[in-house]
T-cell receptor, first 108, second 113 residues
Framework: GQSLEQPSEVTAVEGAIVQINCTYQ??????LSWYQQHDGGAPTFLSY????GLEETGRFSSFLSRSDSYGYLLLQELQMKDSASYFC?????????FGRGTSLIVHP | DAEITQSPRHKITETGRQVTLACHQT?????MFWYRQDLGHGLRLIHY???????NKGEVSDGYSVSRSNTEDLPLTLESAASSQTSVYFC????????????FGPGTRLTVL
């Protein structure tokens, strides 16, 4: 089977940096994605890592280590609007599997 | 602009009724997916399709079916709705065959009484 583990909740203050970790077990793994979902909304794509290393997109960065079956999403200069749920998702054997999501709460 | 739409956005039905949720995308993507989202479970894959006339079962396919007669549409049918199928349903499409860059529809909130 396939599974992804991520923390259920993370809290931080505005302007800070926060890291959301994701560990995975998938067969035929070939990439890790991250999605953001605000309450009542649809998930939206943030980033994708197919290779080891860091991918940077503005204030968001994502990291992958295939040897450790581990990745993380790094959010810098946190803003109130970043309060949302964040999902890691793995592509394995052409079947996408999502983690249960991390609720990020940003305090002023 | 390309988009993915779902209808209806909200649906209330009774146990035992057949229900069909529509999903339409104008991205011209071959790959389409149906998920359900319940508190504490994240997004769980119901069915997926990698092209016209191709359909595959996902993690939680019991009680659901899909058909793919064209590129744009992947309707999801609940054959005999059950209260356990009360959920928010999301349709998604992608160019690649996995979690890389999926575009999600706005969702359908289904309540089965």
């Amino acid at each position: 089977g396939q599974s992804l583990e991520q923390p259920s909740e993370v809290t931080a203050v505005e302007g800070a940096i926060v890291q959301i970790n994701c560990t995975y077990q998938t067969s035929g793994f070939y990439g890790l994605s991250w999605y953001q979902q605000h309450d009542g909304g649809a998930p939206t794509f943030l980033s994708y890592n197919a290779l080891d290393g860091l991918e940077e997109t503005g204030r968001f960065s994502s990291f992958l280590s295939r040897s450790d079956s581990y990745g993380y999403l790094l959010l810098q200069e946190l803003q109130m609007k970043d309060s949302a749920s964040y999902f890691c998702a793995a592509g394995g054997s052409y079947i996408p599997t999502f983690g249960r999501g991390t609720s990020l709460i940003v305090h002023p | 602009d390309a988009e993915i739409t779902q209808s209806p956005r909200h649906k209330i039905t009774e146990t035992g009724r057949q229900v069909t949720l529509a999903c339409h995308q104008t991205w011209n993507h071959n790959n389409m997916f149906w998920y359900r989202q319940d508190l504490g479970h994240g997004l769980r894959l119901i069915h997926y399709s990698y092209g016209v006339h191709d359909t595959n079962k996902g993690e939680v396919s019991d009680g659901y079916s899909v058909s793919r007669s064209n590129t744009e549409d992947l309707p999801l049918t609940l054959e005999s709705a059950a209260s356990s199928q009360t959920s928010v349903y999301f349709c998604a499409s992608s160019e690649a065959r996995a979690a890389d860059t999926q575009y999600f529809g706005p969702g359908t909130r289904l309540t089965v009484l």
